[in-house]
């Protein structure tokens, strides 16, 4: 059922117990509004815990709270709190988190594709991040701001906007992050973390530069990484931007081979929509931002992907 | 003679025919600071004209009124005009602009090294970027903001402030971004922009990766582009940032060989004072950014550097 920013303030304002979830392969608006919202109704009295089923990337332990994010088990006894908050995501990402839990759902998401079917939802998808919701909340139920919740707030909101960059950033998320850094958010000091690398992972990233190849008369560029070169690496977050930035690219690829049949193609586009190349392939995404699974070897995906995007263009 | 802000729009509103000059080497302050100026002293009937004594680089034609800055040519008639506007740098680094003008000065920056020695000085080193103060001239002249202008000027704050991540970045940096966006600054096309590259320096950056090095326990790491990589690469804005990101390093370096006797040395850092470093092989900077140039072969000035910063790390 759909409610009103109001009434789920009213929802949190009347909660004694609450348990806040969020998705699995969790990103800083995942964190940054669970602990937002975690500090500002620990602040009011309340007793409040943060379940996310996966790992939390080390960079995040420069957030208040990192370490009392726990991760559900199975087979222990079911929580019987007054709300459970699902942030950032529909029920369905939040892995076993929804097991340990008995209690009414308030879901808030900014995901147009949540589509409210949770107990309670509030679900805005003009809002660049769900941090941004849980900052109206705050407002909403009238608490202040401490340094603690402006930090995770605006993380959330930093990280969903790539630092303000991306076309979902609004003035509305700019006068709120400059709130949020009167209360104590530190730009340079999120961003630096946020940022950080393992010397690993850089070096990684320049042997994997390499394969850079463009195609479709430099329309689009590709990243491709054969299965010596991905299992050498453990996280290739930013590696797309590489391609992205080259000048006259349209269409960014990131191809990763997994296993012998297996890999995985993220796509970015500043135009061509790749949500339909990669929906031929099985897989899905936004207009702008896609991805898919082809179960082939490198060299047929890397054809196959580059012929599908070829064709898309009419090239 | 230092004056107020208000003193510098009444400056600005009593002039008809005004020459807006900034620094070689120019940067998206520099540029958009100048065009956003102008534009809006245009739309006041004023002439105007934008000097730069260097080239343009090519990403800042995202600009409106890009194609209109001109370079100033020796041995031609002075431009009589009644104000000469130097922004975002003390007098001393417009090239050859000063010379192609007769008027009074009228110097704007936020640079703390500006002493203000200018005819008529206003220099407020509190605001990130020279387009801030442009933008604050323009509301004390009570004039609206067009779409050219507010893009101009975001450029400027965006660009200087690392896109809203630097420690320089405040709140009323945000608040004056989101009124720009709300006539007419788009974030994602001017980041866009800003970012791109070359095919070819992408591929530069990869060869010029492989050979980051971590010292000092890895709290410091260099990336060391002998001759032959240096000659390659046309361009190596944003390198130093690969070597920034990695975790554990305080201190940054790159290495460019420029010639066979002559390296030039750039140092990041978060913590220790590089600007001290650099100064004993006769450069300077700021505390965690300066630079020097050794007149040494590429491995001589690689061990000089890495051992200098040892010494001052006291490792």
Chains 1, 2 share one sequence.
Do not use: W
């Not at 929802?11 to 979830?21: C, S, T, W």
């Not at 605006?154 to 700019?174: C, E, H």
Request: charged residues 25%; negative net charge; glycine residues 10%.
């Amino acid at each position: 059922m759909n409610i009103s920013l109001k009434e789920a303030a009213r929802n949190l304002l009347e909660a004694e117990k609450i348990v806040i979830a969020s998705h699995v392969n969790p990103d800083g608006d995942a964190i940054g509004s669970s602990l937002g919202l975690m500090y500002a109704l620990q602040g009011m009295g309340k007793e409040v815990m943060v379940f996310i089923d996966d790992d939390i990337p080390a960079i995040f332990s420069v957030l208040p709270g990192y370490e009392v994010i726990r991760r559900p088990e199975k087979g222990v006894e079911k929580i019987r709190a007054d709300l459970f908050v699902i942030l950032d995501t529909s029920p369905d990402r939040i892995g076993i988190s929804g097991d340990v839990v008995e209690a009414h759902v308030l879901n808030i998401d900014h995901h147009v594709t949540n589509k409210g079917e949770a107990e309670f939802s509030y679900v805005d998808s003009g809002r660049a991040a769900t941090a941004e919701i849980v900052y109206e909340l705050i407002r909403e139920m009238g608490r202040e701001f401490t340094g603690e919740i402006a930090s995770c707030i605006y993380t959330g909101i930093a990280t969903d906007t790539g630092f303000f960059r991306y076309s979902n950033t609004t003035p509305f998320t700019m006068r709120t992050a400059a709130e949020l850094m009167e209360h104590g958010a530190r730009p340079h000091i999120i961003s630096e973390a946020m940022e950080q690398k393992s010397y690993a992972v850089v070096k990684g990233m320049a042997a994997a530069m390499q394969t850079i190849e463009r195609f479709c008369n430099g329309r689009a560029a590709g990243l491709f990484m054969d299965r010596e070169l991905t299992a050498g690496i453990e996280n290739t977050e930013g590696f797309i931007d590489m391609v992205r930035v080259i000048e006259g690219v349209d269409v960014a690829v990131l191809l990763k081979c997994k296993e012998e049949k297996l890999c995985r193609v993220s796509m970015r586009s500043k135009g061509l929509d790749v949500a339909k190349i990669a929906a031929g392939f099985g897989g899905g995404g936004h207009v702008r931002a896609a991805g898919c699974t082809l179960e082939m070897d490198f060299a047929d995906a890397k054809r196959a992907v580059m012929q599908a995007i070829e064709e898309a263009m009419g090239a």
